[in-house]
């Protein structure tokens, strides 16, 4: 007998009448939960019990999680995790990219081919490039990009 069935939320909906109503649903991501598909799944196993996790609990639109959760349990700070030695001390560096305004959000997330099309530019790489080689030239870093597309043109400017 299984005892856990685990999957993307657009895979369950998909197959709600093919699965058995849990006793609790777990979602990852939660500040999502209020997008028509977690609403779906809910409604559907109006029965389950709903925990969710997010190291982000306001959603984009400004709403809150309280239509789904009851209550919101706050999790130690970084600078918590930093003095208790669970997480090594760091610097965080951002340079000025392009200008979002405009792109569409979907599903918590930008539209990946809008933003690749305003983060797919020399000027920006060269900015981004620019900025590493002053603050950390051969050393390592981290570069978070949009698509997999952008962080291969990223690599290879």
Known sequence: MKLCKIGMVQTITRRLKKIREPQLIIVDECHHILSNSYIRIIEHFSN???????????RLNGG??????????IGVSAKWLIDNFFLAPYDYYA????????LHVKVGDYV???????????????DVIGYYRQLADGKQ?????????????????
């Open 64 to 73: 809150g999680l309280g239509e789904i959760h009851d209550k919101l349990i």
């Open 141 to 157: 870093a981290i570069c978070y990009c949009a698509s997999i597309e952008h962080s291969v043109k990223t690599v290879s400017y």
């Open 112 to 126: 990946t081919k809008e933003i690749e099309e305003r983060l797919i530019k020399k000027s920006i790489f060269g």
């Open 95 to 102: 340079p000025s990219v392009a200008d979002l305004t405009g």
């Open 48 to 58: 389950s019990k709903v925990v969710g996790f997010s190291a982000t609990p306001t």
